[in-house]
């Protein structure tokens, strides 16, 4: 592990993912293109799921598929590196084995006695649903960040990424990560991840933005967080203001960057809004929206770790959701066929 550069923190999860009928999401009260965490009410969803769909199982979170994303498109081993939670288990193996096998180090906590955390992926006309059972995800806490073995990766690395469903598990952690990376120069990336993290973990999150000098969000998230502060929706206007919070390492300026699905990406960098249109693609094409945005992010962060320019780790953003979306789930072809500029 000792090639990390980028280090990842999330709750990771086994998806488990199917198409499903209006009829089904009616039935457990899920709106189309939201996600949550799961209720009582919720957990039968994922034996129905297998008992009466074809579902896929694939690696999931949203920091992990953005991590294996960007250690796909490097194409080099062991230059990323995820943590998080995971039960003694055979989802937990298998989570293990598809991560190492995109070439990503992954000293998962291992906790023995709750289960790995699922995620049911409901797609329905190419809008995913997303129903969370953290399971043994919930159970990651700060000790093991602070265990030397993590400690000495977080000394290698220079970039660092998590996502606001952390902070529904150990914001603790994350705080300590952005913490370092202040001190030290190093950057802290940071999605929003869901507008329910904004709407009831904004305290964890208020605490956090001072030490994110890459933010990400959707339009939704953007909007839901404008509307939170009061500033109305307009979604350059919530990206200025973001960018223009208070930061703890004030040499490096907030980058703000807002995906609006195959509308522009909007970013907000030194004062100056930038907008970058992303790959066209024909709607038989798109098989479902499922990891557009982790997988977006993962492209970034494989330019970055690659030192590549902002505009060119955009582009990168945009190549690998084009790939993602044509496939079932955050899956991705074996080769990738992007070619960064010299």
Not at 270 to 295: C, F, H, M, Q, W
Request: glycine residues 10%.
């Amino acid at each position: 592990m000792g090639d990390v550069v980028l280090l990842s923190f999330g709750n990771p999860l086994l998806d488990i993912s199917a198409h499903v009928e209006e009829s089904f999401l009616e039935k457990y009260e899920l709106k189309t293109g939201t996600a949550l965490l799961a209720e009582p009410k919720h957990l039968p969803i994922y034996d129905e799921l297998v008992k009466n769909f074809k579902v896929d199982y694939v690696p999931g979170g949203a920091a992990l598929n953005s991590t294996r994303v960007a250690s796909w498109l490097i194409g080099k081993p062991n230059k990323c590196a995820f943590i998080g939670c995971v039960g003694k288990d055979e989802n937990g193996n298998i989570l293990r084995q598809e991560t190492e096998r995109f070439g990503v180090v992954v000293p998962f906590l291992e906790d023995e006695t709750t289960p790995t955390g699922t995620c049911g992926v409901l797609i329905r006309d190419k809008e995913r649903t997303l129903c969370t059972n953290l399971g043994a995800a919930n159970k990651y806490n700060i000790s093991h960040l602070h265990s030397p073995k993590i400690q000495e990766i977080v000394n290698k690395a220079n970039l660092f990424y998590g996502t606001g469903y952390f902070l529904t598990v150990s914001p603790d952690s994350a705080l300590d990560i952005g913490k370092h990376a202040a001190k030290t120069g190093k950057t802290f990336l940071f999605n929003l991840a869901a507008p329910f993290v904004i709407q009831f973990f904004f305290e964890q999150l208020s605490a956090l933005l001072p030490y994110v000098d890459i933010l990400f969000s959707n339009e939704s998230e953007a909007a839901t967080f404008g509307e939170k502060m009061g500033w109305g929706t307009d979604i350059r206007e919530i990206a200025r203001k973001i960018g223009e919070l208070p930061k703890a390492n004030q040499n490096i300026s907030r980058t703000v960057i807002f995906t609006q699905g195959p509308k522009a990406t909007v970013v907000f960098r030194r004062g100056v809004i930038s907008e970058y249109k992303p790959i066209p693609l024909p709607p038989s094409e798109i098989v479902d929206l499922n990891g557009a945005g982790d997988s977006f992010v993962g492209g970034f962060l494989a330019g970055l770790v690659l030192g590549k320019k902002e505009e060119e780790c955009i582009h990168a953003g945009h190549y690998c959701a084009s790939e993602v979306i044509r496939r079932s789930g955050c899956t991705l072809p074996e080769k990738p066929a992007f070619e960064w500029k010299a």
